[in-house]
Structures are given as C-alpha cells and as structure tokens.
C-alpha cells in the first residue's frame, strides 16, 4: 500500500478506520456479489434449488459438518 495513503489513514480515529473499514468490506461483498458465475456452478445451484424445492424437509448440514466430513479444519 502507499506510504503516503497509510500515513494519511493514521491520522484517523480508531473508529473513523473502523468505519472505512466496513465500507471497504462492503464494497468488495457488493463487486463479489456482480461477478459472474460459471455455467457448472449455476446448473449445479439450480439443482439444488429444485431438489430442496421438491422436499424442504430434506436434511440440511451445517458448514462445520461439511467441512468435518471433507477432512477442512476451520
């Protein structure tokens, strides 16, 4: 990052940078969120869209059981 540019954020209060902070994220959530998805992944998303619609009381896992079961420590 620019020397400069950080020299100038330090001059900010602990939560003027919090804030700044939090609209970064949220601008890089709302980028994130416009990029395109590949065909796979929307066909594979429609899928599960349409089996979760057929039966809403199908088993649902939390992301700790996922990973638990794909050997991912968290």
């Known amino acids: 990052m ?3 540019l950080m020299k100038e954020l330090s001059k900010l209060s602990v939560e003027e940078r919090r804030a700044l902070i939090d609209d970064l994220w949220d ?9 395109p998805i590949s065909d796979d992944v ?3 998303l429609d899928q599960r869209a349409e089996a979760l619609a057929r039966d809403p009381h199908q088993r649902k896992f939390t992301f700790e059981e996922i990973a638990a079961r794909n050997n991912i420590k968290l």
């Not at 601008?27 to 990029?35: G, K, N, R, T």
């Open 2 to 4: 620019n020397a400069t």
């Open 42 to 44: 929307g066909n594979l």
């Open 27 to 35: 601008s890089i959530e709302s980028e994130l969120d416009a990029l």
